[in-house]
């Protein structure tokens, strides 16, 4: 593998972690004690804050800053102008970084352009936020989520496609282009594995 590739725009504070094949674009700022993975792309004016952890081979698109508490795992992806808080209630007046919310963002979780992730929730593995969505509580594993408040509306496969599964109950699918089986059991979706 090879070193990181860092723009001379580019701000990392001594301290900062950058794995192996990690591209870091133009004024782009990387705080000191944040932790990045390999194979990762963090694109033009994003900030990364010191209590970040970012996993491998996660795409981070333009101008998204991740603030401190804020975690990401493998395969995620932040679409353009997305937003992370961190502050469930801030004032500019009252000093609250004492009450930092964590937000986890599971493996192979897709958050659209423009969408806003509030503070303190999770987004379950391959879940999928759209555009311009609001999330202000945690997403099931899978899920599809949409609007302001953003509502499940169905089921996304690892792929990247809807799946036709009910919301709730029990059912199955299989995804037309890889064969992987989902099966939705008491509304929880999960991959199959085995026949």
Same mark, same amino acid.
């Given at each position: 593998?090879?070193?990181?590739?860092? /723009?001379?725009?580019? +701000?990392?504070?001594?301290?900062?972690?950058?794995?192996?094949?990690?591209?870091?674009? /133009?004024?782009? /700022?990387?705080?000191?004690?944040?932790? +990045?993975?390999?194979?990762?792309?963090?694109?033009?004016?994003?900030?990364?804050?010191?209590?970040?952890? &970012?996993?491998?081979?996660?795409?981070?698109?333009?101008?998204?800053?991740?603030?401190?508490?804020?975690?990401?795992?493998?395969?995620?992806?932040?679409?353009?102008?997305?937003? $992370?808080?961190?502050?469930?209630?801030?004032?500019? #007046?009252?000093?609250?970084?004492?009450?930092?919310?964590?937000?986890? &963002?599971?493996?192979?979780?897709?958050?659209?352009?423009?969408?806003?992730?509030?503070?303190?929730?999770?987004?379950?593995?391959?879940? $999928?936020?759209?555009?311009?969505?609001?999330?202000?509580?945690?997403?099931? #594993?899978?899920?599809?989520?949409?609007?302001?408040? #953003?509502?499940q509306i169905g089921w996304?496969?690892?792929?990247?496609?809807?799946?036709?599964?009910?919301?709730?109950?029990?059912?199955?699918? &299989?995804?037309?282009?890889?064969?992987?089986?989902?099966?939705?059991?008491?509304?929880?979706?999960?991959?199959?594995?085995?026949?």
């Amino acid at each position: 593998m090879a070193a990181a590739q860092i /723009h001379p725009t580019a +701000i990392v504070d001594e301290g900062a972690s950058i794995g192996a094949d990690t591209r870091v674009w /133009h004024w782009v /700022h990387v705080s000191a004690g944040a932790v +990045i993975g390999a194979r990762c792309s963090l694109g033009q004016n994003v900030y990364v804050g010191n209590r970040v952890r &970012i996993g491998n081979n996660v795409k981070i698109q333009n101008n998204v800053s991740v603030y401190d508490n804020v975690t990401l795992e493998d395969d995620v992806f932040c679409g353009p102008s997305m937003v $992370f808080t961190n502050v469930y209630n801030p004032r500019s #007046a009252i000093t609250r970084k004492d009450e930092y919310r964590d937000t986890v &963002i599971r493996r192979g979780a897709t958050l659209g352009a423009n969408c806003t992730i509030v503070c303190g929730v999770t987004v379950g593995e391959q879940a $999928f936020v759209g555009a311009g969505s609001v999330v202000n509580r945690d997403v099931p #594993a899978f899920a599809l989520m949409v609007g302001v408040p #953003a509502k499940q509306i169905g089921w996304m496969s690892r792929f990247g496609e809807r799946l036709e599964l009910p919301l709730a109950g029990s059912s199955v699918a &299989i995804c037309p282009h890889t064969g992987d089986r989902y099966e939705l059991r008491d509304g929880v979706c999960r991959l199959a594995v085995g026949p």
